[in-house]
């Protein structure tokens, strides 16, 4: 058996390597493009970055934080990601062990870092995540992960389809109350009708619109494009997709653990951008970083806090 803090360390590397690939995905997926290829390569000059100025963390500053052919900055993000997926790479392997959970949940992990610096910089959860994410996150859930809040049993088929429904319902739910909140159309038979239709086959939806758009003819979608955009809708659509996945792997008590405190740090950070940069109750504020945080939360504490609440609780 490998000494503990060899295996913690040798996750931290691990989990910094993939953090540099983390890079890329946040980069690019916006934009559509491949992350495979081409190379990685300077922003400013083009030039290819060599694989011996690729090294995670370390190329930050044996570069002085620049360009080798240009000089020009590099952003202070690309070392903190790779430490950031570093850490929590440990943080799995520490609670977890060396195990099929802890693997699983580390990428889990990963693909959050992904979640949260797109959804900073574009406000948007890609699809490419959360829906290939969600049958793949509702069968390890099923075979091989433990459950976070009782980390000797499995989670099991009945505990992650209680998990995937109760993220993909809870999460419409407040999707569609905020769409109605906000100023969309006034709820009419049929708009109702569409709305329970929705709910039942909003996955299948999901499903058939994103395999379209990998795979099929591009064509332009107007009634989209020049969708009017609803100031300060509370949650958007890509949110309901990302608890649908994350619900797969933590079960029905993660989406809760998750929402609550989602919420209450959204909360805390809106009134303080409200306070130091002035703003109004509408002031857009993106939530897949608190979601985040909140399923790693789950993950590592999940079973200390509900056990803290049932012991302090009323």
Same mark, same amino acid.
């Given at each position: 058996?490998?000494?503990?803090?060899?295996?913690?360390?040798?996750?931290?590397?691990?989990?910094?390597?993939?953090? &540099?690939?983390?890079?890329?995905?946040?980069?690019?997926?916006?934009?559509?493009?491949?992350?495979? &290829?081409?190379?990685?390569?300077?922003?400013?000059?083009?030039?290819?970055?060599?694989?011996?100025?690729?090294?995670?963390?370390?190329?930050?500053?044996?570069?002085?934080?620049?360009?080798?052919?240009?000089?020009?900055?590099?952003?202070?993000?690309? #070392?903190?990601?790779?430490?950031?997926?570093?850490?929590?790479?440990?943080?799995?392997?520490?609670?977890?062990?060396?195990?099929? &959970?802890?693997?699983?949940?580390?990428?889990?992990?990963?693909?959050?870092?992904v979640?949260?610096?797109?959804?900073?910089?574009?406000?948007?959860?890609?699809?490419?995540i959360?829906? #290939?994410?969600?049958?793949?996150?509702?069968?390890l859930?099923?075979?091989?992960?433990?459950?976070?809040?009782? #980390?000797?049993?499995?989670?099991?088929?009945?505990?992650?389809?209680?998990?995937?429904?109760?993220?993909?319902?809870?999460? &419409?739910?407040?999707?569609?109350?905020?769409?109605?909140?906000?100023?969309?159309?006034?709820?009419?038979?049929?708009?109702?009708?569409?709305?329970?239709?929705?709910?039942?086959?909003?996955?299948?939806?999901?499903?058939?619109?994103?395999?379209?758009?990998?795979?099929?003819?591009?064509?332009?979608? #107007?009634?989209?494009?020049?969708?009017?955009?609803?100031?300060?809708?509370?949650?958007?659509m890509?949110?309901?997709?990302?608890? +649908?996945?994350?619900?797969?792997?933590?079960?029905?008590?993660g989406?809760?653990l +998750?929402t609550?405190?989602?919420?209450?740090?959204?909360?805390?950070?809106?009134l303080?951008?409200?306070i130091?940069?002035?703003?109004?109750?509408?002031?857009?504020?993106?939530f897949?970083?608190?979601?985040?945080?909140?399923?790693?939360?789950?993950?590592?504490?999940?079973?200390?806090?509900?056990?803290?609440?049932?012991?302090?609780?009323?």
């Open positions: 058996m490998m000494p503990p803090a060899f295996l913690l360390a040798s996750a931290f590397v691990f989990g910094a390597v993939v953090g &540099s690939f983390l890079n890329v995905c946040i980069y690019r997926l916006p934009e559509g493009r491949s992350i495979v &290829s081409p190379p990685s390569s300077c922003p400013n000059c083009g030039n290819r970055v060599r694989f011996y100025d690729n090294v995670p963390i370390l190329s930050f500053f044996m570069l002085g934080g620049r360009c080798r052919f240009c000089r020009s900055p590099i952003s202070w993000r690309y #070392p903190v990601v790779e430490a950031l997926n570093g850490v929590l790479w440990a943080l799995m392997v520490y609670r977890f062990g060396l195990t099929a &959970s802890g693997a699983v949940f580390a990428l889990l992990a990963s693909a959050l870092v979640v949260t610096f797109i959804d900073l910089d574009h406000q948007i959860i890609p699809d490419a959360s829906i #290939p994410g969600a049958p793949l996150a509702l069968a859930g099923s075979l091989l992960v433990v459950d976070p809040f009782q #980390p000797g049993v499995g989670l099991g088929v009945r505990g992650s389809l209680l998990g995937t429904a109760a993220g993909y319902g809870l999460f &419409s739910v407040i999707f569609w109350t905020s769409f109605f909140y906000y100023g969309r159309p006034s709820l009419t038979v049929r708009l109702a009708g569409e709305v329970v239709l929705y709910l039942f086959l909003g996955p299948v939806v999901w499903t058939w619109d994103y395999l379209r758009e990998s795979f099929g003819r591009k064509v332009e979608a #107007p009634d989209e494009e020049n969708e009017e955009e609803v100031p300060g809708q509370g949650l958007g890509g949110d309901v997709k990302l608890m +649908t996945m994350l619900g797969g792997l933590i079960g029905w008590k989406v809760l +998750t609550f405190s989602a919420s209450l740090f959204g909360s805390i950070a809106g303080t951008l409200v130091t940069r002035g703003g109004g109750r509408k002031s857009k504020v993106p897949g970083p608190f979601l985040s945080l909140g399923a790693v939360l789950s993950l590592l504490l999940g079973d200390r806090i509900v056990g803290w609440y049932l012991g302090h609780g009323p």
